[in-house]
């Protein structure tokens, strides 16, 4: 059992806790070069996800310094360094703004407005979201407390992604799109908090010295606070995903329902389009020379209720020319 416990100790290997608190305090601030690098990936960024492009995404969350501040709280709350903890989020409140204001100025002057589903994808977060924080924040901080660092911090930066949710916060705010801005920007929230919480866990963990003395009492105000902090993030995002969830179920019962249907029958689909936000539902399709009588449409209608598609119109459009479809594609 102790050589188990020995093969996943965090203590060999570590760095000098000097050497590491010295590299986290150093990367905190947001002056002079620093706030030009965040400047220029959130441009990177928002180019990114207003053309679709991952690879560019990626490209900028690695050269985003966001990590900074937010590992220094960490660190700050686990040392119950509490000057350090106001400069690291006096920090990362300018880095914020920076980063809202640059990719809110992108984006109105962008000619391009459409949602694309980068963005769109920042939109919703659920309790994957925390999972990814929680599990990169650990990530993170295991590696910058190594004396052999080795190369997880840019995969920390691309898997917590904190650059696209503030990005489509920008976006949100540029087409006054207050539901994106907020969603958004509780994903951003999400990312920070969870990474800060992971960091404060490995640094009680690994024990580094408190820089101030803080009795039992203050200590479990800090602790309780936390906890509170996390159910309140929590709570929203197991939502979120449950939602998640059930549109999915509803998604993959419309597809069987086309497939079978309609598709296996010989009839050519050739436009879908599953409006989900109203109330009922609405699937529209589109076929190819094929117009349906009404006793059709009600069968059809019946036919979803079988499948568990309830609430939903079923809008079949008008039949689309053979020669029509052959000579436009």
């Not at 497939?259 to 699937?283: A, D, F, H, R, W």
């Amino acid at each position: 059992m102790n050589k188990i416990l020995r093969f996943f100790d965090l203590h060999q290997g570590e760095e000098k806790k000097e050497a590491v608190l010295e590299n986290v305090v150093s990367n905190i601030s947001f002056r002079g070069a620093n706030a030009w690098i965040l400047a220029c990936a959130i441009v990177v960024a928002s180019v990114g996800l207003n053309v679709n492009s991952t690879a560019v995404i990626i490209g900028a969350m690695l050269i985003s310094p966001l990590m900074g501040p937010i590992v220094g709280a960490g660190f700050a709350l686990g040392t119950f360094d509490f000057p350090l903890l106001k400069k690291s989020l006096k920090n990362l409140l300018i880095a914020t703004l920076i980063s809202l204001v640059v990719s809110f100025i992108y984006f109105l002057l962008s000619p391009f407005k459409e949602a694309q589903s980068e963005l769109l994808a920042r939109t919703s977060p659920n309790i994957y979201d925390v999972m990814i924080a929680i599990f990169g924040g650990l990530v993170g901080v295991i590696a910058i407390t190594r004396v052999d660092k080795g190369n997880p911090i840019p995969g920390v930066a691309i898997a917590t992604a904190l650059m696209p949710p503030l990005c489509t916060a920008g976006y949100g705010l540029a087409i006054g799109n207050f539901s994106f801005f907020a969603g958004a920007l509780f994903l951003y929230i999400i990312n920070c908090v969870f990474i800060c919480i992971s960091t404060f866990v490995i640094v009680k963990y690994l024990r580094y010295p408190k820089t101030h003395y803080v009795d039992q009492q203050r200590e479990k105000r800090i602790t309780q606070s936390i906890t509170i902090i996390t159910i309140i993030l929590v709570l929203p995002s197991i939502y979120f995903a449950y939602n998640l969830l059930q549109e999915k179920k509803y998604t993959n019962k419309v597809n069987q329902f086309v497939q079978q249907e309609l598709s296996n029958k010989g009839y050519t689909v050739i436009y879908e389009k599953l409006e989900m936000n109203g109330n009922p539902k609405k699937l529209e399709l589109a076929f190819l020379s094929k117009k349906f009588s009404k006793k059709e449409v009600e069968s059809l209608q019946h036919s979803m209720e079988t499948f568990g598609i309830t609430n939903t119109t079923l809008d079949l459009g008008l039949p689309i020319p053979r020669w029509l479809f052959i000579r436009t594609v």
